[in-house]
Nanobody, 125 residues
């Protein structure tokens, strides 16, 4: 059983930056496809970014491409989301997810095995 714990959320002004972390335990982290999702109040959960087990492949939602960067450190069993040039519309609860199957960009939401509990990101205007 894999446990995912997100951290790093908070309140930031528009144009600012935050780095989210998702620490995994209880499984073979280096074999998992990982990703980030977010859910704003009153909206459905949406895909943000995903990354292959090696970190060599990454895929982003159009809304965050060029501003957000997903990365991972397999030695630390942690995946990161560096968020720059934040906008008020980025306000949401951010979740990480893991999937043990082969990497398939943009397909994580329908097949994730594990989800974290989420961390709140609030961007003020």
């Amino acid at each position: 059983q894999v446990q995912l714990v997100e951290s790093g959320g908070g309140l930031v002004q528009a144009g600012g930056s935050l780095r989210l972390s998702c620490a995994a335990s209880g499984g073979t982290f280096s074999s998992y496809m990982m990703g980030w999702f977010r859910q704003a109040p009153g909206k459905e959960r949406e895909f943000v970014a995903d990354i292959s087990w090696s970190g060599g492949s990454r895929y982003y939602a159009v809304s965050v491409k060029g501003r957000f960067t997903i990365s991972r450190d397999n030695a630390k069993s942690t995946v990161y989301l560096q968020m720059n040039s934040l906008k008020p519309e980025d306000t949401a609860v951010y979740y990480c997810a893991a999937d043990s199957r082969p990497y398939s960009p943009g397909r994580l939401e329908g097949r994730a095995d594990y989800w974290g509990q989420g961390t709140q990101v609030t961007v003020s205007s």
